[in-house]
């Protein structure tokens, strides 16, 4: 039986590439699949970074309980299936989830074996820096982030385990002492 983990962070921390290095690093482990209604961005491909459902199809795996558990952001729909989950890890893979806060604590409550951890950034105002650095997005919606953040490390407290980003190197010798 392969091990389940979660692993969260506010957009901007930079868990994308944390993981990324891990995974390099580590084969034996594999980034689970979600299901999304979202259109694929250039360059993804279905199955490999999402599984792109239709809302009909997506709304028929709800009515179903296929999902072990799913969030709604900005309009499009993200979910888990139970037995994608169940498979890989009796394939004996270990499986990672990157996944939202809500969704994360979600996951503990129906696999309380699955280890949660959270990717803090170093501090509020390099993360700030780091979002304007980006010259992506505007003050206001900068500032509607921040605010996010704050509430989601408010909420990283219900994690197993937080990790601070304050190098990539750092953050995946950090997340192997976990997760090796
Ligand atoms: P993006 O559209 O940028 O790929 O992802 C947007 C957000 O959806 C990210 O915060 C990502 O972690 C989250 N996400 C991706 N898959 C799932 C999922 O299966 N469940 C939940 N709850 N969130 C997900």
């Keep these: 039986m392969g091990k389940l983990f979660v692993i969260s962070g506010s957009s901007g921390v930079g868990k994308g590439t944390v993981i990324k290095e891990f995974l390099q690093r580590h084969p034996e482990f594999k980034l ?37 558990e799913w969030a709604e952001f900005s309009g499009n729909m993200y979910g888990t299936q139970k037995d994608y989950v169940k498979t890989k890890l009796a394939e004996g893979k270990n499986l990672i989830l990157e996944i939202d806060t809500q969704g994360a604590l979600n996951v503990k409550k129906i696999m309380p074996d699955a280890q949660l951890i959270f990717i803090l950034p170093p501090s509020l105002e390099e993360l700030e820096a780091r979002l304007r ?9 900068i500032k509607k982030r921040l605010q996010t953040v704050k509430s989601e490390m408010e909420n990283s407290k219900h994690f197993d385990f937080q990790i601070v980003n304050d190098s990539i190197e750092n953050a995946v010798v950090n997340l192997e002492k976990v997760m090796l």
């Design 133 to 141: 650095g980006r010259h992506t997005e505007t003050e206001e919606a």
């Design 32 to 68: 689970s699949v979600s299901c999304t209604t979202r259109s694929p961005r250039e360059g993804e491909v279905h199955g490999i970074n999402y599984f792109f459902l239709s809302k009909d199809e997506f709304k028929s795996c709800i009515d179903n309980n296929e999902f072990l």
